[in-house]
């Protein structure tokens, strides 16, 4: 092709595109602002703990469409480790305790997560229509299964995944898969039966997988593939300039050097609030659109405790608390029964979450106290009799792209928008899903469009 392309933003979602264009023979440049590639996926090692500061696992997903995460793994000679069986496990907080999800029709019927009158509620769901307008999640699981799975299943699910709120949440652009089983069977249970996607807790099918070193591997892994000289780190791209048929790209150091990198073509990788200020004077009106995406913050906390002083067997995921429960953490994952070698020997590791879109105030409060929350709620959910011995907080001010009420019709004017700029692509996790396995699937896909 002999072009040059140059992308801003080395995540995930910035360094699979480039990993994917390169394959093709494309000459790449991926300029990242921090001094480390990788985005959200980053591992350290503390005091023998494996810490992840963002996504603990992700879902590989089969098929040929789908497994886009396997095709990288392969390309950079990775082989993932795969969760615990104990995974397939999940707990609820209901009435201030654990209780497991039911992961089998039988187990369905007994679970004490959901009362006789929610399940008996269930047998109405495959006689319910569509509605005729967009809704929200809230709207969509209340009116098709009734308030108490929405209260207990679904809010729950959408705190662990977006940190969100159900009521501003849309089901189309958030939970697409959900929604699709209304559009194509008429009903989530005669979807989740007869589509084969979709096992009884809605959960894709699929392995959950990291890496031996942790999720930082990935990005890592990648960038010793590209060749050399391919990322410049601690490069903050400030505005682009389209001359003739070229882009200029304009970026700015931390030592307070400046320079221009030329490109064919240009992918923008970055969170929606800094693609906004990139393209303040390209397209005003994709930047005002961008703007509008919110991200509320959160803060991921890892614990670390000795094992004889934590009574709950940790035989699962992890857990998620409604927030009709009135709990301020939104959940905790059981990281060391996930991958055992997370913590040293007769220890255990939990990743907590608190903040997102039902608790802005998180912003306003320091990390020491809302670690002592967390450590609180963890006391009493999980039986714990002392303090953590190992805290480290995570703080993301801006975590996760909402798919609110009009996100696809506002992703769809960002398109239209950036239509008139030929050469200028948007690729990050506001549109296409969320997930590890998501940013590297839709990278994969954008590398085609652009090599087509
Ligand atoms: C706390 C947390 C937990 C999560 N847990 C999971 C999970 O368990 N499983 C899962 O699958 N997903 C999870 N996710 C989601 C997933 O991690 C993200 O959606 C994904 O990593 C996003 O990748 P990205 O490349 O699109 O964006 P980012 O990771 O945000 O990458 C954008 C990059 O652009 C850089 N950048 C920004 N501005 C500029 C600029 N002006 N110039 C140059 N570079 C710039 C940034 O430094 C960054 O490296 C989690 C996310 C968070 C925050």
Redesign the pocket.
């Known amino acids: 092709m002999g072009k040059k392309i140059v992308i801003?933003?080395?995540?995930?979602?910035?360094?699979s595109t480039a990993l994917f264009l390169n394959r093709a023979g494309v000459a790449v440049k991926v300029?990242?602002?921090?001094q480390e590639?990788?985005?959200?996926?980053l591992t350290t090692n503390v005091s023998g703990y494996q810490i992840e500061?963002?996504?603990?696992?992700?879902?590989q997903k089969p098929g040929r469409e789908d497994d886009a995460l396997g095709r990288i793994m392969d390309i950079v000679g990775l082989t993932p480790m795969v969760a615990n069986s104990e995974a397939n496990k999940r707990f609820i907080v209901r009435n201030h305790k654990l209780a497991a999800l039911p992961s089998s029709p039988l187990s369905f019927i007994t679970t004490k997560a959901f009362s006789v009158r929610a399940k008996l509620r269930l047998l109405w769901e495959p006689f319910i229509g569509p509605a005729d307008h967009e809704e929200s999640i809230a709207q969509f699981v209340e009116r098709r299964l009734g308030r108490e799975f929405l209260d207990y299943a679904i809010d729950p699910f959408v705190s662990g995944v977006y940190a969100g709120n159900t009521h501003n949440l849309s089901v189309q652009a958030a939970t697409a898969k959900i929604y699709a089983l209304e559009k194509n069977h008429g009903s989530l249970i005669r979807g989740a039966i007869f589509g084969r996607q979709k096992n009884i807790s809605g959960m894709p099918k699929g392995r959950l997988i990291s890496f031996a070193k942790g999720m930082g591997e990935l990005p890592q892994a990648i960038s010793r593939f590209l060749p050399a000289g391919s990322i410049l780190t601690g490069?903050?791209?400030?505005r682009l300039k389209q001359q003739k048929n070229r882009w200029l790209v304009y970026?700015e150091s931390k030592g307070g050097s400046a320079g221009i990198e030329e490109a064919d073509q240009v992918v923008l990788?970055?969170?929606a609030s800094?693609t906004a200020?990139?393209l303040e004077e390209t397209s005003l009106g994709a930047s005002r659109l961008l703007q509008t995406i919110q991200y509320p913050p959160?803060l991921?906390i890892a614990m670390g405790y000795s094992q004889n002083s934590v009574a709950h067997p940790l035989d699962g995921f992890g857990f998620l608390v409604p927030r009709c429960e009135k709990i301020r953490t939104l959940g905790s994952l059981f990281s060391s029964t996930l991958f055992p070698n997370r913590a040293p020997e007769g220890k255990i590791l939990l990743t907590n979450?608190i903040g997102g879109a039902t608790d802005l105030a998180v912003e306003q409060t320091g990390d020491r106290e809302l670690a002592a929350e967390v450590a609180n709620n963890l006391s009493s959910l999980l039986g714990i009799d002392t303090s953590p011995e190992f805290v480290q907080a995570?703080r993301?001010r801006e975590?996760?792209p909402q798919y609110t009420l009009g996100h696809l019709q506002k992703i769809e004017a960002i398109d239209q928008a950036m239509a008139n700029h030929k050469g200028l692509h948007l690729r990050?996790?506001y549109s296409g899903g969320?997930?590890?396995?998501d940013?590297v699937r839709n990278g994969e896909l954008l590398a085609e469009k652009i090599l087509s």
Do not use: D
């Not at 500061?53 to 879902?59: I, L």
């Open positions: 801003v933003g080395g995540g995930i979602s910035g360094l300029l990242e602002s921090r590639p990788g985005g959200n996926l500061h963002g996504p603990n696992s992700t879902m490069t903050k791209v400030v970026w990788s970055t969170p800094q200020k990139i959160i991921s979450f995570t993301y975590a996760i990050c996790n969320i997930s590890v396995g940013c």
